[in-house]
């Protein structure tokens, strides 16, 4: 079956441009998680929803990182005004149901590169 | 100091060889904990949830020391596509299932 799915899937932006990171989760996955991975480190959390709630942004680094999830699947994460250090691997994750025991299933991640 | 730590290698390892890597965690209210893999370029795939019991698939062994919060990966009869990047994960208190990772540990497995 089709998993989760994130496009764009490489991105170069100039600082100071706004971009905007799609994911696709599995059909039916009540949770959607976004992660950032910086080269060479584990992903870090930056947030979550449940259906079309946000229930957690605490990882989100500023407030010029934003992301919405309106109908409860596609979820959309945006950057405004990128800067170098925002360059990442982003990953979506999803999962069933939520809880600590729930698989999270990945997309493939959008690498973003600020010049 | 990182929530989850791992040493990051690399560990460079004959074909045939047993590998551990051990990784240890900060919060003491941590509820679940799991080893993914990551290939090169590519996302993070659960590998075991990891139980206080200690579990076992396959060639892998994954153990919990709750009181030491510890956790340890044993990879037994290493083969050339177990190359890949170990990341130690545990999840957050709460229902959210927020992952938090650490570091990675790079396994290369030689010929």
């Known amino acids: 079956g089709a998993g989760v799915s994130q496009s764009p899937r490489y991105k170069v932006a100039k600082r100071g441009q706004d971009v905007a990171l799609r994911c696709d989760p599995i059909?039916?996955?009540?949770?959607l998680f976004w992660y950032q991975q910086a080269l060479g480190q584990g992903p870090e959390f930056l947030t979550y929803f449940q259906n079309e709630a946000q229930l957690d942004k605490s990882g989100l680094p500023s407030d010029r990182f934003f992301a919405e999830r309106p109908e409860g699947s596609v979820s959309t994460l945006k950057i405004q005004r990128t800067q170098q250090e925002d360059s990442a691997v982003y990953l979506c994750?999803?999962?069933?149901?939520?809880?600590?025991?729930?698989?999270?299933?990945f997309g493939p991640g959008t690498r973003l590169l600020v010049l | 100091r990182k929530e989850v730590e791992q040493d990051p290698g690399p560990f460079n390892v004959p074909e045939g060889a047993t590998v551990a890597f051990n990784c240890t965690y900060s919060n003491s209210a941590s509820q679940s904990f799991f080893w993914y893999r990551q290939d090169c370029r590519k996302e993070p795939k659960l590998l075991m949830s990891?139980?206080?019991s200690g579990n076992e698939d396959g060639r892998f062994t994954a153990q919990l020391n709750r009181a030491s919060q510890y956790i340890s990966l044993l990879i037994r009869d290493s083969k050339l596509s177990d190359s890949a990047t170990y990341l130690c994960v545990v999840s957050r208190p709460g229902n959210t299932g927020k992952l938090i990772f650490g570091q990675g540990t790079t396994l290369q497995v030689k010929p």
């Open positions: 990891v139980y206080s």
């Open positions: 059909s039916g996955h009540v949770s």
């Open positions: 994750a999803s999962s069933l149901t939520s809880g600590p025991q729930e698989t999270q299933y």
